[in-house]
């Protein structure tokens, strides 16, 4: 997930700084090496080295998301999210003379840096890859709202240490921390709950009790693979109730009496199908149905 937000972060200076291209932006240590790399471009480079990664303990949190996949219940915990400490740095192949000042150059290119990154409150990788997101991006945090801290007050604390390991001169960093969700593994929880019962009652008259359901279930493909179908139109016939199904193919009835009902599926390019069902259902699956094209 890290290597995504670095090439998201280099995008995003390609395509907001005219004078920078891709090989211009880095992520190696600013060490002898990466000087000598900059040395054979013939031009400015920018350095976003990550020094750092810590967990945001203000962001920990026990909610747990469900999800419906192929008549089960899939349950994630909530992400757990890591802060990345980048230290971006200007470099500039140009030798020092009594013409030639390669400092100038370089603070201009980390002032062009900082106009680019003070906008972004946060980063929303569907936004700054404006004409479709790469290859092999994961979907989850497609719309994300990725928060970023831009020079904070406190500064990098391991700055001394850090330049001393590289053995080079100082030079001023752009300190970048950037929130980014460590995304978990699913893990099945079991069918979905699809009859829901509520018993309702005058308080002192047990002869008026009445019971009633709610009743959910899934629409799929009947051939393999079973995918879930969106946006069919499923119908209980006797309440003339009408609902589309989500983007997991799931849909909700209720509430409604003990009974046997109809409930009549539609979806173009496929075949319409209807089903006889009795409320409570007997079991998990009660109410899903496949619809053939």
Not at 140 to 160: H, Q
Not at 162 to 185: D, H, M, N, Q
Not at 229 to 241: P, Q, Y
Request: include cysteine; proline fraction near 7%; charged fraction near 20%.
């Amino acid at each position: 997930m890290i290597h995504h937000l670095d090439n998201l972060l280099r995008y995003l200076l390609v395509n907001r700084i005219a004078e920078i291209s891709e090989e211009q932006v880095r992520f190696q240590p600013p060490d002898d090496s990466w000087r000598g790399y900059v040395s054979s471009l013939n031009q400015n480079a920018i350095n976003i080295y990550l020094a750092d990664v810590r967990e945001n303990r203000k962001l920990r949190s026990n909610e747990r998301v469900r999800n419906y996949q192929n008549g089960n219940v899939i349950e994630e915990a909530a992400p757990a999210r890591i802060d990345c400490h980048y230290l971006i740095t200007t470099w500039s192949p140009a030798s020092s003379s009594t013409s030639i000042e390669p400092v100038l150059d370089e603070h201009a290119l980390l002032y062009e840096i900082l106009r680019v990154l003070m906008r972004q409150q946060y980063l929303v990788p569907q936004e700054i890859y404006s004409n479709g997101l790469p290859a092999g991006f994961p979907g989850e945090i497609a719309d994300a709202e990725l928060p970023v801290a831009i020079l904070p007050v406190e500064g990098f604390s391991k700055l001394p240490e850090f330049w001393t390991s590289v053995a080079w001169r100082w030079k001023p960093v752009i300190y970048l921390v950037v929130t980014l969700p460590v995304l978990p593994e699913a893990q099945a929880a079991g069918p979905m709950v699809t009859t829901r019962g509520t018993k309702l009652l005058q308080s002192g008259k047990s002869q008026t009790a009445e019971t009633w359901f709610r009743i959910g279930g899934r629409v799929f493909e009947a051939a393999e693979p079973a995918h879930s179908i969106e946006g069919a139109v499923v119908k209980l016939v006797e309440k003339s109730w009408e609902v589309s199904t989500n983007s997991l193919g799931q849909y909700v009835f209720g509430p409604l009496p003990a009974g046997t009902f109809t409930i009549e599926v539609s979806k173009e390019g496929f075949m319409t199908s209807s089903i006889s069902i009795e409320v409570p259902g007997n079991s998990p699956t009660a109410f899903d149905i496949g619809l053939i094209q």
